[in-house]
């Protein structure tokens, strides 16, 4: 079993910076591929990044390539979310989610383990 916990969402002006963390426990954290998810209310889940259980191999959703950056610190089991130059359709509820394999995947339904989400809100 695998605990995830997010932290550091908030309100913030467009065009500014929010970085978000998802601390782990349980299960081997070196071994687990992670992923950031958002759902915006009323839309779907969205993909929003995902890192290889090393850190070595990253993927991100277009509408975020450039702008957010992810990274992991597997000696404190965390992974990170750094959300540059943030947009009004920025805005919506980020999860982080940790799939039993090393390797990414973009879909949510190949990650087992989720966190609760914490609330982003950029203002125009």
């Known amino acids: 079993q695998v605990q995830l916990v997010e932290s550091g969402g908030g309100l913030v002006q467009a065009g500014g910076s929010l970085r978000l963390s998802c601390a782990a426990s349980?299960?081997?954290?070196?071994?687990?591929?992670m992923g950031w998810f958002r759902q915006a209310p009323g839309k779907e889940r969205e993909f929003v990044a995902a890192?290889?259980?090393?850190?070595?191999?990253?993927h991100y959703a277009d509408s975020v390539k450039g702008r957010f950056t992810m990274s992991r610190d597997n000696a404190i089991n965390t992974v990170y979310l750094q959300m540059n130059s943030l947009k009004p359709e920025d805005t919506a509820v980020y999860s982080c989610?940790?799939?039993?394999?090393?390797?990414?995947?973009?879909?949510?339904?190949?990650?087992?383990?989720w966190g609760q989400g914490t609330q982003v809100t950029v203002s125009s």
């Open positions: 890192i290889s259980a090393s850190g070595g191999s990253k």
């Open positions: 989610a940790a799939r039993r394999s090393v390797v990414i995947a973009t879909d949510p339904k190949n990650y087992a383990y």
């Open positions: 349980g299960r081997t954290f070196s071994s687990l591929a």
